[in-house]
């Protein structure tokens, strides 16, 4: 057995260690580069490593494999690859439009060696067949998807090449990186100016746009990008999206209002485009917008019927619209709606390092910062920095380089005050919000605590509210546009792989148009079960479940069933040093090959269940605790251990204990006093899970560069540095606290 290990191990090392021959003049020569890639692309295909990726990803291995086969410029063959990758990525065709630039490329370069034609001419050629063969829906982002970044992959390149000076060979590793930005540079470069230019003729026979600066009554300068079908000649209902994310995205938003034959009308916040106005998110969309809805409403193209749409900001925004209704409005879609001073910049009161990295996305120009933003090494390294430094979470901007008055006004406000609470309707404003309302949001949704907070006040306080829900295993980009075969590695049910523009549009149909309400909204709540492959419709969010079950701070091994009240009421106490930022990852073992992340977290493991049960909801509950210090950050994880022995997340939870109660007002603790904290704003789920499996329950401190470090002072957490952490944290954990778990039967 020994030796079988050993030579596995010896099998493995070989393979890292195996180096391609690349000449040491192809960094510095185009030509011998030119030359070298397709060969060095070849011989990576056969690779036992490419090929074994097959087996645990077949989208990754289409992705990689249609890449390097157009790096061998075996053009045929990429495209039936990439064709599969579509098919893997999502149902229904619709990812059919899904890198298309690569096919134009390869199409082309068919084309081109058949008709011994120029390149260019093979390009038009190219274009245009592929064009017509695409529906409305699929053409309207081929103008973004052609829109690459050739500075920064050109970039990207000599920085991968740069590493292979003085070399003349490769490992696999590097091999795989260099076909990628290659391929990339070589596409984008090559295709770029006049698939953009083909893309706008095509877009002027179809489409009637139009940019203009609104002014609004306060004197503030907005641009708005309309956009029409030229055939459509009559009066439209506009749909309206408020979009801060300036840039290709308006016309695309546009196009596809016009495609589904509205009239499509983008504006830009303050500060976007030709705006010169102060840019400060979220905080002027509420009095804007009504403006713009005033303006819209009365254009010739207008048949005086408005509807809004759009995701994430673009969700807030129409939450924003109705705190002052403009009879024109007549229906809003807000999908993946963010709840600002809910879910973002902070979630259950605990401030996320992620908000200064969107806040110099939006403002650093005018249109939006993508090679900032998506300098995923530039800020890991911030907050890294910051973490480690254990300065206070105030002087994150300035550890960044670059102080922002926006990040520092946002941590002034730690509480649900009314800073925030003027942005969109609060308590009784939600009483005159009467038009009809459709929300979307998913399971893996980053703002599902926000999306649903509004669906809950509104339904809280207007018992007539006209508001359906729609919720299904998508994330934060498929509960706005389409279900992904694939969410998190794991296929969803083909029943959940829906278009969620289709339904979007069907819903405005509905009421703008006198249309046939959408089939899937056969009650007030609609939601797919996970591994079942079908849909639930209940009347409320508390009828998702039809009872509960809780789970105490208990094990198993040392108890008959977690699910019972302990006999005896005892502590777990939990030990967290604030001042560790050297803390090595903790992990308990499930199986062989898995094992779930423990750190800063207590371990609690179920029976095995005897049958099958639906968890379907979200977990709520109360933790009995006792620190020594007036304040922590709780950090909560449910999972499944499925009989395969794979772990699957099924919810999370973080709050800040001071703000359980109420996240308006802060309420320190006792140090030494046992305190309850309630469990609200958890994540919502919705799976069938399989006799066999166990549930999993860690409990614990959150902890890490990402969040907020909260020292337990009692003064502004943002304020806090590691000088203020003192003794350890000590928490007693007892065993009548219990996560209650929905279930339906």
Not at 17 to 38: G, I, R
Not at 669 to 684: D, H, R, T, V, Y
Request: hydrophobic share 35%; with cysteine; glycine share 6%.
């Amino acid at each position: 057995m020994k030796i079988k290990i050993l030579l596995a191990l010896i099998f493995v090392n070989l393979i890292q260690a195996q180096k391609f021959y690349f000449p040491k003049t192809a960094v510095t020569d185009s030509a011998v580069l030119d030359k070298q890639m397709p060969l060095l692309a070849s011989k990576l295909i056969t690779q036992p490593q490419f090929m074994k990726l097959e087996k645990t990803s077949k989208l990754a291995f289409s992705d990689n494999l249609l890449r390097l086969q157009m790096v061998a410029r075996d053009y045929k063959k990429s495209i039936a690859t990439l064709s599969a990758y579509r098919n893997e990525f999502a149902d229904h065709n619709m990812a059919g439009n899904k890198f298309i630039a690569y096919e134009f490329y390869s199409m082309a370069k068919l084309i081109e060696a058949k008709e011994k034609i120029s390149f260019h001419d093979a390009l038009e050629k190219a274009f245009n067949k592929k064009y017509e063969s695409l529906s409305d829906k699929l053409i309207t982002k081929i103008g973004i998807a052609v829109d690459g970044d050739v500075a920064g992959s050109r970039k990207l390149l000599k920085k991968t090449l740069d590493k292979q000076k003085d070399k003349d060979s490769i490992d696999y590793g590097s091999a795989l990186a260099l076909c990628k930005s290659y391929l990339n540079y070589k596409i984008f470069s090559g295709i770029k100016p006049q698939i953009t230019y083909l893309v706008e003729k095509k877009d002027q026979e179809k489409f009637i746009t139009e940019i203009k600066d609104l002014k609004t009554k306060n004197g503030n300068t907005l641009t708005i990008t309309i956009v029409r079908k030229r055939e459509n000649t009559a009066p439209l209902p506009v749909i309206l999206t408020n979009n801060i994310y300036a840039g290709p995205f308006d016309a695309y938003f546009g196009k596809r209002a016009a495609v589904y034959n509205y009239v499509g009308a983008v504006v830009n916040t303050r500060g976007k485009r030709n705006s010169n106005d102060e840019n400060n998110p979220f905080e002027h969309e509420s009095q804007d917008i009504y403006d713009v809805i005033d303006w819209v409403s009365k254009q010739p193209w207008s048949n005086g019927k408005v509807g809004m749409i759009g995701g994430s900001y673009l969700g807030f925004s129409q939450w924003a619209a109705v705190k002052k209704l403009h009879p024109a409005l007549k229906t809003i879609v807000p999908q993946v709606a963010v709840g600002i001073g809910i879910d973002y910049p902070a979630q259950n009161n605990i401030f996320m390092s992620y908000m200064l990295q969107w806040i110099n996305y939006v403002t650093n120009n005018k249109l939006t910062d993508e090679a900032d933003f998506n300098n995923a090494t530039k800020w890991d390294s911030i907050n890294t920095a910051w973490y480690k430094s254990g300065k206070s979470f105030r002087s994150l901007d300035t550890i960044s380089g670059k102080p922002n008055k926006i990040f520092q006004r946002w941590l002034d406000h730690p509480g649900y005050d009314e800073y925030w609470q003027k942005m969109v309707p609060y308590k009784e404003d939600f009483a005159n919000i009467n038009i009809p309302i459709l929300t979307t949001t998913g399971y893996y949704d980053d703002d599902q605590i926000g999306a649903l907070s509004y669906f809950k006040a509104h339904h809280q306080y207007n018992k007539n509210a006209n508001h359906y829900l729609v919720m299904g295993p998508y994330d934060h980009g498929g509960a706005q546009s389409f279900g992904y075969t694939y969410v998190n590695g794991r296929a969803i049910d083909p029943a959940a792989r829906i278009s969620i523009d289709d339904l979007a549009f069907s819903w405005f149909d509905y009421i703008l148009k006198n249309g046939k309400k959408p089939d899937l909204l056969k009650d007030k709540i609609n939601f797919q079960v996970m591994n079942t492959n079908a849909w639930k419709h209940v009347p409320t969010l508390e009828q998702m479940h039809t009872s509960t079950i809780k789970f105490y701070l208990q094990d198993h091994k040392n108890a008959p069933s977690v699910f019972n009240l302990p006999a005896q009421k005892s502590f777990v106490k939990q030990t967290v040093d604030l001042k560790n930022r050297d803390q090595k990852d903790l992990y308990h073992q499930i199986s062989k090959t898995d094992s779930i992340k423990t750190t800063n977290s207590v371990y609690f493991e179920s029976e095995v269940l005897d049958k099958d049960i639906v968890i379907s909801g979200n977990m709520a509950g109360f933790f009995n605790v006792s620190i020594n210090k007036k304040d922590f950050d709780t950090d909560t994880y449910l999972y499944q251990i499925q009989p395969d022995g794979k772990p699957f997340l099924l919810s999370t939870h973080i709050v800040r204990a001071s703000y359980a109660k109420n996240n308006a007002v802060r309420q320190l603790l006792e140090p030494g006093k046992m305190e309850q904290i309630p469990i609200k704003n958890s994540i919502f789920i919705s799976k069938k899970i399989e006799k066999g499996s166990k549930l999993v329950l860690l409990v614990g401190v959150n902890k890490n560069p990402s969040w907020q470090i909260n020292y337990g002072t009692g003064k502004d957490v943002s304020d806090e540095t590691i000088k203020d952490s003192g003794e350890p944290l000590e928490i007693k954990w007892y065993n009548d606290s219990y996560v209650e778990i929905p279930i339906y039967q």
